[in-house]
């Protein structure tokens, strides 16, 4: 069974429509008018810490119950926002959930992974793998589920399916009516759904991506999931997306994400995550910077959530710490 069912119904998990807030501040800080900057808070989707996953988890979850599923199998890292709401959402339903995460048991038990515990979940540690090993390691943990006699359902990386996307379409529509003069949506790329989601109903020109380095060719991967969700080729070429704030890795602290974290923090006690929000941030005010975000048109951020993720991230705590000790008299 994959999560794009023709069967497929709606689970309900999230409070709708999110809120849109102006970032009067922080527009300031950054070289844009007072009302030019704006949040729209995915961070508040109501279900297991919130984040962007949710709006994808009503699609895909729902498709699992609409074929029988008794168990939800997903993958990620082992800070993943998305396997951390996979839990969140079968303890909603009354399913069992399975977490097959790359890497060693022992690395981290707080952040996300605690929250995985909390919500009951099962972690298989696959190792240092890639992608494709990944999803091997969890269809070879479906197949042993089905001769249990359990039903598995096989969430795909980050929720990002053609399904999964329909949830930031719908999204994107909520924007147009709370914000009809919108000018550009900047938004983290993960796995690529919400992005893709969003390109449906705003178009290229008003949405800018900025990749995290969780895929190894966001333009593509995009291009994919936007492709299938209107029927009409999207063509990589024409998508807006940075790649300049990864830094050396994945899960790697750039300078740029910590500035742009605490700066947030500082000027509308808003938190970020270092590896997602702060990352789009740090691209948002490089766009800004270049002339690509201009003042005098409104600017959206999407907080896409993940502020778990930042209290299993030790070199951002260890920042935290030592700026706290600096700040002492």
């Not at 909520?174 to 796995?191: C, F, M, R």
């Not at 063509?235 to 700066?263: C, F, I, K, N």
Request: glycine share 14%; aromatic share 4%.
């Amino acid at each position: 069974m994959t999560s794009d069912s023709p069967t497929s119904q709606r689970a309900v998990f999230g409070t709708w429509p999110t809120p849109l807030e102006p970032m009067p501040r922080l527009a300031r800080a950054v070289g844009l008018g007072a009302g030019d900057l704006w949040v729209k808070r995915d961070d508040l989707t109501g279900l297991g810490g919130g984040g962007n996953k949710v709006r994808k988890l009503e699609w895909t979850c729902g498709a699992a119950l609409a074929d029988g599923a008794t168990t939800l199998v997903t993958t990620g890292a082992p800070q993943s926002n998305h396997a951390r709401l996979t839990a969140a959402a079968g303890a909603r339903l009354g399913l069992d959930v399975v977490l097959v995460l790359a890497g060693a048991p022992g690395s981290s038990t707080s952040g996300n992974l605690a929250l995985d515990a909390l919500f009951g979940a099962t972690v298989v540690w696959a190792g240092d793998v890639d992608d494709e090993a990944l999803d091997s390691a969890a269809e070879q943990v479906a197949e042993e589920l089905r001769r249990r006699g359990a039903v598995p359902a096989l969430i795909p990386f980050g929720g990002s399916s053609v399904l999964g996307a329909r949830g930031y379409a719908e999204c994107g529509r909520e924007l147009l009516v709370q914000a009809p003069d919108l000018a550009t949506v900047v938004v983290a790329v993960g796995s690529g759904g919400t992005m893709a989601g969003l390109l449906d109903p705003l178009g290229s020109a008003r949405v800018l991506g900025v990749h995290c380095g969780a895929v190894t060719d966001p333009a593509r991967t995009v291009s994919e999931l936007a492709s299938g969700l209107s029927g009409t080729h999207c063509a990589p070429d024409t998508l807006r997306l940075r790649s300049d704030q990864v830094g050396d890795s994945y899960g790697t602290l750039t300078e740029a994400a910590m500035a742009a974290l605490t700066l947030t923090a500082r000027t509308e006690g808003i938190v970020l995550d270092p590896i997602y929000t702060g990352r789009a941030m740090a691209g948002l005010i490089a766009a800004i910077e270049e002339g690509d975000v201009a003042p005098g048109r409104r600017t959206i951020f999407l907080h896409s959530g993940g502020m778990p993720g930042l209290f299993g991230h030790a070199a951002t705590l260890a920042e935290l710490e030592q700026a706290l000790t600096l700040s002492n008299p």
